[in-house]
C-alpha cells in the first residue's frame, strides 16, 4: 500500500514538474498590463464609466511577443439581475521589453 502511494506521489510530482516546463518563461503581466494602459489610456478611461475592466495577458516570448487583450464586464449592484456580456475594450501587441508596437481601441 504505502509503495503504491510513494509511486503515485512520485508521478504527480513529474507530471507538474513537465507541465510547468512546458508552460515556458513567464511574463511580468503586471509591467504589460502598465504598457497597455499608458497605450489605451483614452479607451480604458471612457470604458470605465460604465464597466469593469479586466486584462488578459498572453505571454509568447521569446516567440511572438505578448498580446493584451482588455475586457469590460457591465457593473451591476448586488441582488441586482446583471446581464452577462463582455465588450472588448481595446487589444495591443508588446515585443518582449514591453514596449507597446500596436494598440487599437476596441469600445467606440
Known amino acids: 500500500m504505502t509503495k503504491k502511494i510513494c509511486l503515485i506521489a512520485a508521478l504527480l510530482?513529474?507530471?507538474s514538474a513537465?507541465?510547468?516546463f512546458a508552460q515556458g518563461p513567464t511574463c511580468?503581466?503586471?509591467q504589460a498590463q502598465g504598457a497597455?494602459?499608458?497605450?489605451l489610456n483614452s479607451c480604458i478611461a471612457?470604458?470605465?464609466q460604465s464597466f469593469d475592466i479586466s486584462f488578459d495577458v498572453t505571454?509568447?516570448?521569446p516567440g511572438t511577443g505578448i498580446n493584451v487583450n482588455v475586457f469590460g464586464a457591465p457593473?451591476?449592484?448586488?441582488?441586482e439581475v446583471c446581464p452577462l456580456f463582455i465588450v472588448l475594450v481595446g487589444t495591443a501587441q508588446l515585443d518582449c521589453n514591453y514596449n507597446v508596437v500596436s494598440?487599437?481601441?476596441g469600445f467606440q
Open 13 to 15: 510530482l513529474v507530471l
Open 28 to 30: 511580468n503581466t503586471g
Open 59 to 61: 505571454c509568447d516570448c
Open 103 to 105: 494598440a487599437t481601441c
Open 75 to 79: 457593473r451591476c449592484n448586488p441582488n
Open 46 to 48: 471612457q470604458a470605465r
Open 36 to 39: 497597455v494602459e499608458g497605450a
Open 18 to 20: 513537465v507541465a510547468a
